[in-house]
């Protein structure tokens, strides 16, 4: 309705400068478009974190099982036997009696010291501490030693562009009166 209402508008002002029995002709110009291209912001420049574990290696170490000791140790006494000449009786002097002839006769006798053998334990060494030193037992064992600690990462992704097309009117089109030359006249 509109597009008749203008062009009725556009009539009737050629109408006023129309000469009687001149012919002219609706033009309709549709409207023109072109396509433009333009870069748009698909998704925008972020950051992103990401968890990264603790790198740990296996080192081998030696520790002490058992530490150094030195443990005395007691030697007992030795003993041994020796034999001995004990006097068991001294030397001394004795009455003795005896007959001969018929007669006692009594004197004094020397008796000389009786010797007997006894054994005797005696001291060969006495106790005695002896300390021993018995070496450190060491062995070797996996200890896990951390060579960089668990941390955070964080990754920048850039921000994502993309070529779109879209359409741009260039011009309205229109409708319009045009004068042609020959027609036809009631």
């Known amino acids: 309705m509109r597009l008749i209402a203008s062009s009725?508008?556009?009539?009737?002002?050629?109408?006023?400068?129309?000469?009687?029995?001149?012919?002219?002709?609706?033009?309709?110009e549709p409207a023109r478009y072109s396509t433009v291209a333009e870069q748009v912001l698909v998704s925008p420049e972020r950051e992103v974190s990401e968890y990264a574990p603790a790198v740990t290696r296996q080192v081998e170490e030696s520790v002490v099982v058992r530490p150094e000791q030195t443990v005395?140790?007691?030697?007992?006494?030795?003993?041994?036997?020796?034999?001995e000449s004990v006097?068991?009786?001294?030397?001394?002097?004795?009455?003795?009696?005896?007959?001969?002839?018929?007669?006692?006769?009594?004197?004094?006798?020397?008796?000389?010291?009786?010797?007997?053998?006894?054994?005797?334990?005696?001291l060969v060494s006495p106790p005695r501490e002896v300390s021993e030193t018995i070496p450190a037992e060491t062995a070797t064992r996996l200890r896990t030693e951390i060579v960089e600690p668990a941390h955070m990462v964080v990754h920048t992704?850039?921000?994502?562009?993309?070529?779109?097309?879209?359409?741009?009117?260039?011009?309205?089109?229109?409708?319009?009166?045009?004068?042609?030359?020959?027609?036809?006249?009631?």
């Open 87 to 122: 006097e068991v009786s001294p030397a001394h002097a004795e009455w003795r009696t005896r007959r001969e002839n018929g007669e006692v006769i009594g004197c004094w006798v020397r008796v000389p010291a009786r010797y007997g053998e006894r054994l005797r334990r005696v």
């Open 72 to 83: 005395v140790r007691v030697i007992p006494a030795q003993y041994g036997v020796e034999r």
């Open 157 to 186: 992704i850039p921000a994502r562009y993309a070529t779109r097309e879209r359409e741009v009117l260039d011009s309205a089109g229109g409708a319009r009166w045009s004068r042609i030359e020959a027609c036809e006249r009631d």
């Open 8 to 28: 009725l508008t556009s009539f009737l002002a050629l109408g006023v400068a129309a000469q009687a029995h001149q012919c002219y002709r609706r033009v309709v």
